[in-house]
């Protein structure tokens, strides 16, 4: 089991000042493809704006990749790279019927303890109610902030014809569910992005959509609304990232892996592009 000591999870946290440092995602080597099938070649990035690098995928670490696609559901953890000298980590894997694909990407627990100025600064910056009230009713605020997070990721693949519904949900714990086929949107169409947490929208999240071609510049933040919900507009062109943050107390000991986590933290993306 990885686990991220305070002094690095500090100096992570600092490189830009904001919870963009905290940015995981699924980059493809390409998003769209012709005929009925494509090999997909997928890396898995952490970083921020004008600071990102490949992600290290460790043998230690449990993980998932899943793909869905016309033809259902199939898993592709055998399909993972994992890093040498000669390669990055990523994922290599083939897709098979036209339509909309997604592949989704998750991990275990890791572990961060940072001082409680930034811990604070950090949950303000990403809208996380569940902990700014906890701390705050447990006069915690001096207090660091012991967290056990994990990440989510999803990129949708269109191959061939991409017509019909949007995508449908992985069943991720905190997960990017996209209501409208992104590529069937017409030019200044919404897309809209429903957030789901452990199985039920979620409202009053803060969601982030970047562009990805102009390096992560942050493009729009919104709040979803009661039915957990967020719409943004978005040119049809370039690839594009939407990330959102969550988190939930837990009594000590709950995760097993790190009895003092005092926080249960998901980050979630989803990725896309033309």
Same mark, same amino acid.
């Given at each position: 089991?990885?686990?991220?000591?305070?002094?690095?999870?500090?100096?992570?946290?600092?490189?830009?000042?904001?919870?963009?440092?905290?940015?995981?995602?699924?980059?493809?080597?390409?998003?769209?493809?012709?005929?009925?099938?494509?090999?997909?070649?997928?890396?898995?990035?952490?970083?921020?704006?004008?600071?990102?690098?490949?992600?290290?995928?460790?043998?230690?670490?449990?993980?998932?990749?899943?793909?869905?696609?016309?033809?259902?559901?199939?898993?592709?953890?055998?399909?993972?790279?994992?890093?040498?000298?000669?390669?990055?980590? @990523? !994922? #290599?894997?083939?897709?098979? %019927?036209?339509? *909309?694909? +997604?592949? /989704?990407?998750?991990?275990?627990?890791?572990?961060?303890?940072?001082?409680?100025?930034?811990?604070?600064?950090?949950?303000?910056?990403?809208?996380?109610?569940?902990?700014?009230?906890?701390?705050?009713?447990?006069?915690?605020?001096?207090?660091?902030?012991?967290?056990?997070?994990?990440?989510?990721?999803?990129?949708?693949?269109?191959?061939?014809?991409?017509? @019909? !519904? #949007?995508?449908?949900?992985? %069943?991720?714990? *905190?997960? +990017?569910? /996209?209501?409208?086929?992104?590529?069937?949107?017409?030019?200044?169409?919404?897309?809209?992005?429903?957030?789901?947490?452990?199985?039920?929208?979620?409202?009053?999240?803060?969601?982030?959509?970047?562009?990805?071609?102009?390096?992560?510049?942050?493009?729009?933040?919104?709040?979803?609304?009661?039915?957990?919900?967020?719409?943004?507009?978005?040119?049809?062109? @370039? !690839?594009?990232?939407?990330?959102?943050?969550?988190?939930?107390?837990?009594?000590?000991?709950?995760?097993?892996?790190?009895?003092?986590?005092?926080?249960?933290?998901?980050?979630?993306?989803?990725?896309?592009?033309?």
């Amino acid at each position: 089991m990885l686990r991220v000591t305070a002094a690095a999870f500090s100096v992570w946290s600092t490189l830009a000042g904001s919870a963009l440092a905290h940015d995981f995602w699924l980059s493809l080597d390409r998003w769209t493809y012709d005929g009925e099938s494509a090999a997909v070649e997928a890396e898995f990035l952490v970083g921020h704006a004008g600071d990102q690098t490949n992600w290290t995928l460790r043998p230690e670490r449990e993980v998932a990749l899943v793909a869905i696609g016309p033809s259902g559901r199939t898993e592709h953890t055998e399909s993972l790279i994992y890093p040498t000298a000669a390669a990055k980590a @990523g !994922a #290599a894997l083939t897709l098979q %019927g036209e339509g *909309l694909h +997604i592949i /989704a990407f998750e991990t275990d627990h890791a572990f961060s303890d940072l001082p409680a100025e930034k811990f604070s600064a950090y949950l303000v910056e990403e809208g996380l109610t569940p902990a700014i009230d906890h701390r705050r009713t447990k006069n915690g605020n001096g207090l660091p902030g012991r967290e056990a997070y994990s990440r989510r990721a999803k990129a949708l693949v269109r191959i061939g014809n991409a017509e @019909g !519904a #949007a995508p449908e949900a992985t %069943g991720q714990t *905190l997960e +990017i569910v /996209a209501l409208d086929n992104p590529y069937m949107l017409g030019v200044g169409a919404p897309l809209r992005l429903r957030i789901d947490y452990q199985g039920a929208p979620l409202a009053g999240a803060s969601v982030t959509l970047q562009s990805l071609t102009a390096g992560l510049v942050p493009e729009r933040r919104l709040t979803t609304d009661s039915n957990g919900v967020a719409a943004f507009s978005l040119p049809r062109s @370039g !690839a594009w990232m939407a990330n959102v943050v969550w988190t939930r107390p837990v009594a000590r000991g709950e995760i097993a892996a790190f009895p003092e986590a005092e926080f249960e933290t998901i980050f979630s993306s989803l990725t896309f592009g033309y």
